[in-house]
């Protein structure tokens, strides 16, 4: 089993539409959990952190479930803009701390 | 202000040949970070500095690629000599914080370097 696993996608999406993503984590004693973009052929960049208690900006919600391991990440009223794959980072404690990305989700966003 | 500045943006090579890819990280930031990046998967850690320490280099492939930042600013990563499936996109990041990647840290990524061995 993957330490990070996301859903490859991809998910093709109307404008203004709703769409969740998902990722899995299998070390319970993880730290710290982000949500990053990267449009095609660029660099990934932060999009969110991710805190226990959930947290949102704008169009974008993120939540943490401790308990079943995994965080998400919501977008809501979609824009073609938000066209991009997502990738889940997390921080588990193995004695040193190491940053895992998943494989990303791929988002299409179509008029 | 600028970002992490990576340099080549491209290069191809054939194997067998050494490449090397260098990075300036944002000014004042004290942690650098080479990632590999595979198509269709996330960064992977190659080896994270905190200024001209090495402090993860545990994925680093060790028989071929080396790595260096000297004065603890810019740093050069070296394969050689390459392999076909060493053609990834190199990508250099840096972040003003010590250790993880706490709440609230954010680790800025350059453009990164593609490479391509045939």
């Known amino acids: 089993r993957k330490e990070v696993e996301q859903d490859p996608g991809p998910f093709n999406v109307p404008e203004g539409a709703t769409v969740a993503f998902n990722c899995t984590y299998s070390?319970?004693?993880?730290?710290?959990f982000f949500w990053y973009r990267q449009d095609c052929r660029k660099e990934p960049k932060l999009l969110m952190s991710v805190y226990s208690s959930g947290n949102e900006d704008g169009r974008f919600t993120a939540q943490l479930n401790r308990a079943s391991q995994y965080i998400s990440l919501l977008i809501r009223d979609s824009k073609l803009s938000d066209s991009a794959t997502y990738l889940c980072v997390v921080t588990p404690y193995t004695g040193g701390f190491k940053t895992i990305f998943g494989a990303g989700t791929r988002l299409f966003v179509k008029a | 202000e600028a970002g992490v500045v990576q340099s080549p943006r491209y290069k191809i090579i054939e194997k067998k040949q050494p490449v090397a890819f260098w990075c300036n990280p944002i000014?004042?930031?004290?942690?650098l970070y080479w990632y590999r990046q595979n198509l269709g998967q996330g960064p992977e850690l190659l080896i994270r500095?905190?200024?001209?320490?090495?402090?993860?280099d545990s994925q680093l492939p060790k028989d071929r690629f080396s790595a260096e930042r000297l004065k603890g600013v810019d740093s050069t990563l070296k394969i050689q000599p390459a392999e076909l499936g060493d053609s990834a996109v190199y990508l250099c990041a840096s972040s003003p914080e010590r250790g993880a990647f706490s709440a609230g840290n954010t680790i800025y990524f350059g453009e990164g370097s593609w490479l391509t061995v045939v």
């Open positions: 000014s004042g930031h004290n942690t």
């Open positions: 500095y905190e200024n001209e320490e090495a402090v993860d």
């Open positions: 070390n319970s004693a993880s730290q710290s």
